[in-house]
């Protein structure tokens, strides 16, 4: 399959598709953290051809939509609608299979309700982070490795200057999982 990971600069859903034997490659406005095919820039340069894409699994920002950031919502209104426009773009693209992720946001008050929430802790890490899958024409994805743990790792990084990439990474446990589940 062609699969489009949008909006990743980690490369790690990328790798896990590729690594299941798929033709997958990332795009996003940042470079890529990993050597691989990656598309530095816009998403809609890479749909000109998006019949061509079998998938797209999207990881649009939330730093506008997530509910983790609700103390600021009265004073963020334009960039929230800005944010809700682009995430109405990617649930509206004709591709046969469609994940868009995000963190419990508001996406699904303002747009529709996630299909299925997932934590890092059904997929082999130890850690808490509620992650909305939205999915079209694709299964929920089936725990692979329960762990025991809970620990709220990802709320509680450090500030820092790239605390915000960090915390934006998907788990390799859950990347693997779509992978191997819907590749």
């Known amino acids: 399959m062609r699969i489009l990971v949008a909006c990743e600069y980690s490369g790690i859903v990328r790798d896990a598709f590729i690594a299941k034997g798929h033709d997958a490659m990332s795009c996003d406005l940042l470079p890529t953290d990993k050597p691989g095919p990656h598309y530095q820039g816009d998403i809609k340069d890479c749909l000109v051809d998006y019949p061509l894409w079998d998938m797209v699994i999207a990881h649009p920002p939330c730093t506008h939509l997530a509910v983790s950031g609700a103390r600021w919502f009265k004073d963020k209104k334009e960039e929230q609608e800005k944010a809700l426009r682009f995430v109405g773009f990617l649930m509206g693209l004709p591709v046969k299979h469609l994940c868009i992720e995000n963190p419990i946001s508001i996406i699904s008050t303002k747009l529709r309700k996630p299909d299925q929430i997932i934590q890092p802790w059904m997929f082999g890490h130890g850690e808490t982070k509620a992650t909305c899958l939205w999915l079209y ?9 329960i762990v025991e743990g809970r620990e709220h790792r990802i709320h509680k990084m450090p500030p820092g200057p790239d605390r915000w990439k960090e915390r934006s990474k998907t788990f390799p446990g859950i990347a693997n999982a779509m992978a191997e589940q819907w590749g």
């Open 137 to 145: 024409n694709l299964p929920k994805l089936i725990p692979t490795n």
